[in-house]
């Protein structure tokens, strides 16, 4: 099993940055694919970016350029760099660790709590 817990949300001005933090434990960390998931109530849940332990990362289009995700595999931590941040980007954003499958699909298996990102004026 693993247990993920983020932080570093809060309330941004359109065009700010974000570093949004995810610490994992219970589990070999190196042995996940870790993701940034996130969701506006009434929606359904988007996968933001994903990161292999060898360090591939894959973006939603709607992120790239904007955000970098990226992990310390000696500290079990993964991050999410939220620059150029929209109003559209306001959402509860989620730590994830999974796996990949058929043929690099990302499946996550665990979910953190989730940490509010506010982009607004």
């Known amino acids: 099993q693993v247990q993920l817990v983020e932080s570093g949300g809060g309330l941004v001005q359109p065009g700010g940055s974000l570093r949004l933090s995810c610490a994992a434990s219970?589990?070999?960390?190196?042995?996940?694919?870790m993701g940034w998931h996130r969701q506006v109530p009434g929606k359904q849940r988007e996968l933001v970016a994903a990161i292999t332990s060898g360090g591939t990362t894959n973006y939603a289009n709607a992120v790239k350029g904007q955000f970098t995700i990226s992990r310390d595999n000696a500290k079990n931590m993964v991050y999410l760099q939220m620059n150029s941040l929209k109003p559209e980007d306001t959402a509860v954003y989620y730590c994830?660790?999974?796996?990949?499958?058929?043929?690099?699909?990302?499946?996550?298996?665990?979910w953190g709590q989730g940490t509010q990102v506010t982009v607004s004026s």
């Open positions: 994830t660790a999974g796996v990949l499958i058929r043929a690099g699909t990302y499946s996550p298996h665990y």
């Open positions: 219970g589990s070999i960390f190196t042995s996940y694919v």
